[in-house]
C-alpha cells in the first residue's frame, strides 16, 4: 500500500498475524567475554491491523475503535515492525 493509498479506518485495514525476529540480549552488567553465551533471537508475534504494508516496514495496531456518531477512528499499540525481521504475514479472517 502506497503512502497515498493508506487507509485509516479500520474496517478497510487487514487483520494479520505477523510472525517475526526479535534481538534478545542486552545484559545490564559487565562479564568477561568468554562468560558471555550465544542466545538466538526471539521468535515473536504480533496480531493487528496492518496499518501500513511498506517495502522497508510493517506497522500493525492491535486496538482499534471504528468511527461512528461523534467518534473518530482511533488506535493503540501501533508497532512498527522492519520487513527484514518479518518471517511471515498471515491474513486472519473476521467472522
Same mark, same amino acid.
Given at each position: 500500500m502506497a503512502d497515498d493509498e493508506?487507509?485509516?479506518? %479500520? #474496517?478497510?485495514m487487514r487483520l494479520v498475524l505477523i510472525e517475526w525476529e526479535d534481538s534478545v540480549g542486552a545484559d545490564p552488567r559487565w562479564q568477561l567475554l568468554e562468560d558471555t553465551e550465544?542466545?538466538? %533471537? #526471539?521468535?515473536?508475534?504480533?496480531?493487528?491491523?496492518?496499518?501500513?504494508?511498506?517495502?522497508d516496514?510493517?506497522?500493525?495496531?492491535?486496538?482499534?475503535?471504528l468511527p461512528?456518531?461523534?467518534?473518530c477512528a482511533q488506535g493503540s499499540g501501533d508497532m512498527t515492525i522492519p520487513t527484514s525481521a518479518v518471517r511471515r504475514i498471515v491474513d486472519l479472517v473476521v467472522s
Open positions: 493508506k487507509t485509516h479506518d %479500520p #474496517a478497510e550465544p542466545r538466538h %533471537p #526471539a521468535q515473536c508475534r504480533s496480531v493487528g491491523w496492518l496499518a501500513c504494508d511498506e517495502d516496514y510493517k506497522t500493525v495496531i492491535p486496538h482499534t475503535i461512528g456518531v461523534g467518534v
